[in-house]
């Protein structure tokens, strides 16, 4: 069955850091651009960040710089989503896609159930 997983979400204080984890079963991960994205209550779906299969990194979200990093573990066949100094407005369900827009991924296939992170003191 090929589908990707996130997962590592949870309850931070304002500064804190999470790791969110992208896990992918039935193909490789490699092969393809990853991208995370958030939706937080009341908003649309935006893109945060996306590793092309180069490693370039593509920001979407000008607030996350600085702050959030991308990077791949092929061994683990995993896509990471490292996040410090985190915000109340960081809030949001988090997903991950083999795409790097969301006009991409939704041309393609359907969301997995996404990782919780919520910031709050």
């Known amino acids: 069955q090929v589908q990707l997983v996130e997962s590592g979400g949870g309850l931070v204080q304002p500064g804190g850091s999470l790791r969110l984890s992208c896990a992918a079963s039935?193909?490789?991960?490699?092969?393809?651009?990853i991208g995370w994205f958030r939706q937080a209550p009341g908003k649309e779906r935006e893109g945060v960040l996306c590793?092309?299969?180069?490693?370039?990194?593509?920001y979407y979200a000008d607030s996350v710089k600085g702050r959030f990093t991308i990077f791949r573990d092929n061994a683990k066949n995993t896509v990471y989503l490292q996040m410090n100094s985190l915000k109340p407005e960081d809030t949001a369900v988090y997903y991950c896609?083999?795409?790097?827009?969301?006009?991409?991924?939704?041309?393609?296939?359907?969301w997995g159930q996404g990782t919780q992170v919520t910031v709050s003191s």
């Open positions: 896609a083999t795409a790097c827009t969301v006009v991409a991924v939704e041309e393609s296939g359907s």
């Open positions: 039935g193909f490789t991960l490699d092969y393809y651009a």
């Open positions: 590793i092309r299969r180069s490693g370039i990194t593509i």
